[in-house]
């Protein structure tokens, strides 16, 4: 298995939008090198089994009908931040 | 002398609110006070929902009155692990980025509860997201051993397993993805049962590892656990994976049909002298209800562990990405962007484990590597069902210890592995979507308690209880741990 190193670790914290203080990312960075050494064990395992896990009841859909979904006051009454019945939010497009 | 409320069993004080012996206020009250009294020591509950519970009781002694029908866990107290949805109510999964969200619906097993009449006493503890087996990864504070508060109560349900242990509940509920029901049911000494993956809902619990978790009862005896069951376990159009058909009645008796129980003798090797003795009892036990041991071929799953925290972390990663910062939860002041909101409030809402597992997670799904890790556990998974499927050709059920362990000291786990393999023996059960059962099995020569584990083939969910229950009448292990016998003072 590759080497698991801190540009390793700097493109998942990019993909995952996560950020770590300098000591968090000393041990985030030791167990998660801990943790990959433990899983090459997986390398044992040598069979045809397919990947894909069966799903135990074949997929059921229930009946398309429009119900009422959660009303406004009660979904922004968690929001962080809210103008005019919306979220704020800081502007998602810079310059066209 | 009458028999103190909070050393009856559910299904007695059920019996005895129905028969007008106790009010359903009397019960309420005599539980918070429980939890007032012994919560700052244990840690278990991150919310008491006093005024609520209360007024269902008044509620509930009203109906009584005039005669209205009573649900079946009609003033029955039940602890709800605070990663389950109560409309109104805190759910903060015990992070610092839920710590002011209040659930804007009721989880499909809460409603089904509170339809039952179900007392909701208040919201447990437990590892921050459900990711931990010790419940020392709160945001807020960890949770205490009942049996030795130095101890953990294990995790992640550590706060239901540790309110039931201590009787400031009857029942409580938990969810279990590797064992976060059934380990800490074995360290704090009380009854814990993941049912068959589907058999409950998941609407309203907040998901970790969508393909694993199962909310499920723990209780102070199995009777309880199936009279939570039958209330639990009904099918629900808004959670897709739940069965369709509802569950059969629990028919429960201290006589056992003859069966054959498989054990895995060769994995269990190594096993530590004082589990591996107890493990010998309980398989004891079960000879003279007339069972018979044969050995089955389980070695794959010494992959399991490995296997697991790819899927788990990778489906947790996912999973965990609604917590931007943007709709719900704790937004980082001083974020200025959109990035620096999604990378600040994760970055400060986020516990380290968490932390970690999501970056794992990512980690084997990522190009390049999602081949190697991901699609390799999935193959191994499916070893692993099929490894089942010929073990229950031989058997009816499967026995095994609940942990490597009794319960560790607080801090004395460092080594990631380490604490992962404390899951060693419950995982499989997620991996294939298995019922499971913890049962108290005595005490180690510290006086801590130990489990018994019995695994079922696929929606073999009362057989299980079934066994459970033979094997538990047959013993009584069950204790009350010292310092919570009495009433408060």
């Known amino acids: ?96 | 002398m009458k028999k103190p409320i909070h050393l009856l069993s559910a299904t007695e004080l059920h019996r005895a609110f129905l028969e007008k012996e106790l009010s359903a206020v009397e019960i309420a009250s005599h539980f918070l006070k429980r939890i007032e009294q012994y919560n700052p020591t244990l840690g278990a509950f991150l919310s008491v929902l006093e005024p609520r519970a209360l007024k269902k009781a008044q509620e509930l002694d009203q109906k009584r009155k005039t005669g209205q029908p009573l649900g079946k866990l009609a003033a029955v107290p039940i602890a709800i692990k605070d990663n389950m949805h109560i409309e109104g109510e805190l759910t903060t999964c015990a992070s610092r980025f839920l710590t002011n969200y209040r659930a804007p619906f009721s989880a499909t097993a809460i409603r089904l509860l509170e339809e039952a009449d179900a007392l909701l006493l208040g919201k447990t503890n437990l590892d921050e997201f459900a990711m931990g087996s010790s419940n020392e990864n709160s945001a807020f504070f960890p949770v205490s051993n009942p049996w030795d508060l130095k101890r953990t109560p294990g995790g992640s349900s550590g706060g239901s397993a540790a309110a039931v242990a201590a009787r400031l509940s009857l029942i409580a509920t938990g969810s279990d993805t590797g064992g976060s029901i059934r380990q800490p049911a074995g360290f704090s000494g009380v009854v814990g049962f993941k049912p068959t993956y589907g058999r409950v809902s998941r609407y309203g619990l907040v998901a970790f590892g969508s393909s694993l978790d199962q909310i499920g009862p723990f209780s102070t005896c199995v009777e309880d656990a199936a009279l939570a069951m039958e209330v639990l376990g009904a099918p629900c159009p808004l959670d897709a994976t739940s069965l369709s058909f509802p569950p059969e009645p629990y028919p429960l008796s201290k006589t056992m049909e003859p069966i054959t129980i498989g054990v895995p003798f060769h994995f269990l090797e190594g096993l530590k002298p004082e589990i591996r003795k107890n493990f010998d009892a309980a398989l004891d036990t079960f000879r003279s209800l007339g069972a018979k041991i044969i050995e089955v071929d389980l070695d794959v799953l010494r992959l399991s562990i490995a296997t697991y925290y790819i899927l788990a972390t990778a489906e947790a990663s996912t999973n965990l990405a609604r917590f931007d910062g943007i709709r719900f939860g704790v937004r980082a002041k001083e974020a200025k962007t959109l990035e620096e909101i999604y990378v600040q409030s994760r970055g400060a809402g986020f516990g380290r484990e968490v932390k970690k597992r999501i970056l794992l997670g990512t980690y084997v799904l990522s190009a390049g590597y999602k081949d190697a890790y991901y699609k390799k556990a999935q193959q191994v998974r499916n070893g692993i069902i099929q490894a089942f499927d010929t073990a229950f050709e031989a058997c009816d059920a499967l026995v095994l210890p609940v942990s490597p362990s009794s319960a560790f000291i607080r801090g004395s786990i460092h080594d990631p592995i380490e604490m992962y393999l404390q899951d060693i023996f419950t995982v499989p059960a997620n991996l294939a979507g298995l019922p499971a059962i913890s049962v108290p099995s005595g005490f180690d020569p510290e006086g801590l308690p130990l489990g018994i584990q019995i695994y079922g083939p696929r929606l073999a969910d009362v057989s299980v209880l079934k066994y459970a229950f033979a094997y538990e009448q047959a013993t009584s292990h069950t204790q009350v741990p010292p310092l919570y016998q009495g009433d408060p003072a």
């Open chain 1, 1 to 96: 298995m590759p080497a698991f190193t801190k540009e390793t670790l700097d493109h998942l914290k990019a993909l995952s939008r996560i950020e770590c203080s300098a000591e968090e990312e000393k041990d985030v960075l030791s167990s998660l090198q801990r943790v990959l050494s433990y899983m090459e064990q997986l390398e044992t395992f040598s069979s045809e089994t397919p990947p894909s896990l069966e799903t135990f009841e074949k997929n059921r859909m229930r009946p398309d009908f429009v119900q009422p979904t959660l009303p406004r006051e009660t979904f922004l009454a968690n929001a962080p931040d809210q103008v005019g019945g919306m979220i704020r939010i800081p502007p998602a497009i810079k310059e066209l």
